[in-house]
């Protein structure tokens, strides 16, 4: 599995890249763009909605940021074979699309073309914050309520994924809603990043995950689903066709379509216990 402090030189990697010169010491290589894997066309066919005006994040994401992003964590969208590289984007769009979609059952060109709508939880509940959590400690005022494309949620997610790609998750958890590419990084972070007992979204859909003892007696098999479960399996899993569940797989499906892969087995987390 791909560790944190792997993820960290990744970052860090995509922060300064170094060239050397003719010393004899091999020029190292910015990380292969997935820009051959996704067009900007096949882009803009997949979020067909995400800048109308009734969307409150149009023209927040945008191609050029996620490309960008996906660079500083090079094994995203770069593991196994081409179907395995698609699928994992695909998995992850459609993931980052049902957490901010704007769509409804009716909507123009169906419900599975208005992901990346908004970029900021409406009327949240709490201001998220566990004081238990010493580790990453709330800052007075601040609220850590959904923010960005995986809608970034709690103080002990803020903290570490600030620390990651490069700004205080803490103190200014607001620029997550404000400013694209670290919105997207703090996306791809979740996608990337094992938080024991679960595995990284990353490791499911390329294949790398091994199911412990306790995984197997959760039913915890790998696919589609279990990614699902990693994200919001405490809410959504365990349940027989659930709604939200559905809608997930609904824009997967459309997106695995779209790449012209099949979506691999195991949608749905209706048998699995969450984490």
């Known amino acids: 599995m791909e560790s944190s402090s792997l993820i960290s030189f990744s970052l860090l990697f995509c922060f300064s890249i170094l060239f050397f010169g003719s010393n004899g010491v091999e020029a190292r290589r910015a990380p292969p763009s997935i820009s051959y894997l996704i067009s900007e066309n096949l882009f803009n066919s997949i979020f067909l909605h995400k800048d109308d005006n009734a969307c409150?994040?149009?023209n927040f994401y945008n191609?050029?940021?996620?490309i960008q992003a996906a660079k500083c964590f090079p094994?995203?969208?770069?593991t196994g074979d081409i179907a395995t590289r698609k699928r994992e984007i695909a998995a992850f769009l459609a993931q980052i699309s049902h957490e901010t979609t704007g769509g409804w059952?009716?909507?123009p060109d169906g419900p599975y073309a208005w992901g990346l709508c908004f970029k900021e939880e409406i009327n949240p509940?709490?201001?998220?914050c566990d004081s238990t959590n010493t580790q990453w400690p709330c800052y007075p005022g601040k609220s850590y309520h959904g923010r960005g494309p995986i809608q970034l949620s709690w103080n002990y997610n803020y903290g570490p994924a600030g620390k990651a790609v490069g700004f205080d998750g803490l103190r200014n958890p607001e620029i997550v809603a404000n400013n694209s590419l670290i919105a997207l990084k703090t996306g791809l972070w979740f996608w990337m990043t094992e938080q024991s007992p679960k595995p990284s979204c990353h490791d499911v859909m390329v294949g790398k995950y091994v199911p412990t003892e306790a995984d197997l007696a959760a039913n915890r098999t790998a696919g589609y689903g279990l990614v699902t479960n990693i994200i919001n399996g405490g809410l959504e899993c365990g349940i027989p066709n659930d709604a939200r569940v559905n809608d997930r797989i609904g824009f997967f499906q459309r997106y695995a379509q779209l790449f012209k892969v099949d979506t691999g087995p195991n949608l749905d987390c209706a048998n699995q216990k969450p984490f």
């Open 56 to 58: 409150p994040a149009r």
């Open 63 to 66: 191609y050029t940021s996620f």
């Open 105 to 107: 059952a009716t909507a």
């Open 75 to 78: 094994s995203f969208g770069n």
């Open 125 to 128: 509940q709490s201001n998220y």
